[in-house]
């Protein structure tokens, strides 16, 4: 009886009758906008999927992004999902209906229309708005990045870069090293991961404190303490890839400015053994005379580099890449150094400020060893498969063996079959027989002259030089011996 516009403006009438009466309000988030998908949309679904609670009975839809290894799931059709921000709930329901053909378009749009529609009580609305949006988009962001794989990046190129203008090589980032793997001491793991933690959720106090929103940490210790698997549990447990910058493939300061303006926010920047990579004793050091420019990947010569620049990196250079205006560039950048001789480093690199937080990576102590235990041969603590006599040996002698955690988890590795108590006996071996050799070391009545198997390499050394000086020390070595044996 009625046409059908009268019935349409009926139903517009009621809708803003009930709308106006009504105690929420509703915002719409479209799956595309015009022509371009809505960020939004892609980014609630990711965020509902992953921390809103379904209601009962919601269908989730399952998906995994290409190159990811972990799924994430998606509402399906009219499904209805709850949630809570700052006290406030929510509603969010998942509207897809089928799209009316709307004439001629470029590109082929969906066959459906999708959208998010968010309930909201009037009264939350100012609450809510804009802050519940952009914590869905942070934590998409989040959850984005957790699900995808990440990437370790190196520089071996030199500074030529690829097809896409880019100096860094990616692949795939497993190491499975994690702080719960690494043997350190509880204590100061806590206070790392604290430290970590507190750093990647710093925006804010980095903005108001007027900072850069980066961290400087130097890990240094003898090689096999666990300073490489630092950097491994560090990335896996803030979820940031990694960019391993190799120094001595870089040519000048200028391509390391470059190779720091093309790394990502969300990423630690590595240079390992530092000490060994460039000479950084001196500041003030001129750099090296120019060498012969080296040529690209694609055999193109950089213009400056032909004009005669220098190519070499300065220890200024590198001060400026962790702390001048061009570290700001991008943010939330971890930088990590590592050295096995921390003395060798110039004080500029160690002052305060620039490289935050100094990390000593130390010998083996008995909490990292209980851990080690734990990890390789599930030993879960002291007392338990008749180990107590054994562990409080190995408490006794750990220390004074100086042993590195990468020599414990080599005996855990060749004994992990034979059984957890004869597993530790033979750890115990090991440490007593190194506690010993380092006691020999020490000993006073050997210094001047290296004891054990030092003595013997030295030997090796004058016999390989001079036969006849060789056979002379060797002849004196074991005169020694019996006179440090018998002072012992
Ligand atoms: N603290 C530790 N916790 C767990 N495993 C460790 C630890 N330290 C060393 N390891 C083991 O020893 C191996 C070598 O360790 P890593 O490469 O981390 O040592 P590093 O300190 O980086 O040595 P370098 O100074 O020679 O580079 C690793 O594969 C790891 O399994
Ligand atoms: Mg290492």
């Not at 209805?80 to 700052?86: A, G, L, S």
């Not at 200028?254 to 000479?279: G, N, P, Q, Y």
Request: aromatic content about 8%; hydrophobic content about 40%.
């Amino acid at each position: 009886v009625f046409p059908a516009e009268l019935r349409a403006a009926v139903a517009r009438l009621l809708g803003r009758a009930t709308q106006a009466f009504s105690p929420y309000c509703y915002f719409d988030v479209t799956e595309t906008e015009g022509m371009s998908t809505n960020e939004i949309y892609d980014a609630v679904q990711l965020y509902l999927s992953s921390t809103a609670a379904p209601a009962a009975g919601a269908r989730l839809s399952l998906s995994r992004p290409h190159n990811a290894s972990s799924f994430t799931f998606g509402l399906a059709a009219s499904d209805r999902v709850f949630d809570t921000f700052r006290g406030a709930a929510v509603t969010w329901e998942h509207v897809v209906a089928p799209r009316q053909s709307q004439g001629f378009s470029w590109r082929p749009l969906p066959e459906e229309k999708r959208r998010f529609t968010l309930r909201i009580r009037r009264g939350d609305r100012d609450k809510l708005l804009p802050a519940y949006l952009d914590h869905i988009l942070a934590s998409a962001a989040d959850i984005r990045r957790r699900s995808l794989d990440r990437l370790l990046y190196t520089n071996a190129r030199g500074g030529a870069m690829d097809a896409r203008g880019l100096p860094w090589d990616p692949v795939p980032f497993k190491h499975p090293s994690t702080f719960d793997t690494l043997a350190m001491d509880p204590d100061r793991k806590a206070a790392i991961m604290a430290d970590l933690r507190d750093f990647a959720d710093g925006s804010a106090f980095y903005e108001r404190t007027g900072r850069a929103w980066k961290r400087g940490y130097l890990l240094y210790g003898p090689p096999g303490t666990g300073k490489s698997s630092m950097i491994a549990a560090m990335a896996n447990y803030l979820g940031y890839d990694v960019y391993d910058l190799e120094l001595t493939e870089v040519g000048s300061n200028a391509e390391l400015r470059k190779l720091l303006m093309k790394t990502t926010s969300k990423s630690i920047i590595v240079i390992e053994d530092i000490d060994c990579s460039v000479d950084l004793t001196n500041r003030a050091a001129a750099p090296p005379a120019p060498t012969k420019p080296r040529p690209n990947i694609d055999g193109t010569i950089d213009q400056d580099a032909s004009a005669g620049a220098a190519r070499s990196i300065t220890l200024s250079g590198l001060l400026n890449f962790t702390d001048g205006l061009w570290s700001c560039c991008g943010s939330e950048r971890i930088f990590v150094f590592t050295t096995n001789h921390i003395e060798k480093l110039d004080p500029a690199l160690l002052r305060s400020g620039r490289m935050d937080m100094h990390i000593f990576m130390s010998y083996c102590s008995f909490p990292a060893l209980r851990i080690l235990l734990k990890n390789y041969i599930g030993l879960q603590d002291d007392n338990s498969d008749g180990c107590a006599v054994i562990m409080a040996c190995l408490e006794e002698w750990i220390e004074a063996a100086e042993i590195t955690p990468a020599d414990v988890s080599e005996v855990l590795i060749k004994n992990r079959r034979s059984g957890r108590k004869e597993a530790t006996e033979e750890l115990l071996e090991v440490v007593k027989a190194r506690a010993e050799k380092r006691r020999r070391q020490s000993c006073p009545a050997t210094t001047g002259k290296e004891a054990g198997d030092n003595e013997e390499e030295e030997e090796e050394k004058r016999a390989l030089e001079s036969p006849k000086e060789g056979h002379k020390a060797g002849m004196a070595g074991p005169d020694e011996e019996t006179e440090a044996k018998k002072q012992l």
